[in-house]
């Protein structure tokens, strides 16, 4: 069976027909395996749902115990039969329980490899590179000017300001799943042990990283805080939020923002972030390059990002490659489930 038989784009999504299932649906279907949480990957309305147990949990505690008529957890390396193929899920060092997805038939392999980066993370499995005939790459940062460069180096940053303006508080934007949690736990490695505040928005997901082993030291709502206590410290918040008058609460605060876009300046200035800080949950374009070479993968689709450089990476180093063309999947940093609290 050729591979796009296999797998082939459709209006709800990637789909497999001789397995009767999607990845990644942007619409109900009767199947669906999920590659992580992100609200552009996870929807509710689904027959069935097949991803990790910490996705399954993600997708509860965001859409509601009712997401899904039945679910089904699968750990990282397991193997489950569905119709004519085989899933396999191995870590995709995006998020907590994020993974990639091999689909196999008869002697082909395709991965998806859902939302990835190959940097450190202490809050989530390492990415790991699996072999295979097609690889179905992101490309979010998919053009040459996207290099992240140290995520510890940035903190620095950030932490340098601190003790520089003691005086004001420190808001910095980070999507709620992920995102967030990385910087606190890269604060942390810092040496900064001091509280760290919290949105409202971020507090449910932070609170099941916690439960799930991962420490991330002193933790505190911000509301309620007086104004002047909030003086020299840190808060952690909805990237809608730090420009949100949910602001005022804080005394004369800096505006942060934890995002790969923050490479562009204009970007930044656009924003208004008064102190861009390049950290990203995605591989920047020599992680995406030096992965499609890892995985040994002889044809390479591209989908939701930067298609057309990607791809012509590709061409030029003699692999056979297109675009999918996927709707429906965007910028997390822009997901509507990171609503900011109501003004004080």
Known sequence: MRPHDILMPTAA??????????????????????????????RSGHGAVLATSETLDIMRLRLGDGFADRTQAIG?????????????????????????????????????????????????????????????TEATFGLPVFRHGDAAAEVAKLLTSVALFPERAHLVGAYSLGKAQRVIA?????????????????????????????????????????????????????????????????PDPVTAFASGWMRVRARARQKGIELPLVISDHSDWD????????????EVWVTHGQEDALVHWCTTRGLKARPLDLVGYGDEDDDPTDAPEGAP
């Open 287 to 298: 992680g995406l390059t030096a992965t499609i070479a890892a995985t040994g993968a002889g």
């Open 76 to 136: 990282y390396g397991e193997t489950v039969r569905l119709g004519e193929v085989t899933a396999t899920f191995h870590p995709a060092g995006h998020v907590l329980g994020s993974a990639q997805i091999a689909v196999t038939h008869g002697g082909t392999r395709i991965v998806a490899s859902g939302d990835y980066k190959d940097a450190p993370d202490p809050t989530c499995a390492p990415f790991e590179v699996v072999p295979c005939d097609v690889f179905i």
């Open 186 to 250: 890269l604060v942390r490695a810092a040496g900064h042990d001091a509280p760290i505040y919290l949105h409202g928005a971020m507090e449910t997901v932070t609170r099941y990283y916690q439960s799930r082993g991962i420490d991330l030291g002193d933790l505190r709502p911000a509301k309620g805080v007086a104004k002047a206590d909030l003086a020299g410290t840190l808060t952690l918040a909805p990237p809608s939020a730090i420009t949100d008058i949910w602001t005022r609460r804080f």
């Open 13 to 42: 999504g990637l789909y497999c027909p001789p397995g009767g299932f999607h990845i990644d649906p942007v619409r109900p279907v009767a199947r669906a395996l999920i590659t992580h949480g992100h609200s552009d990957h996870a």
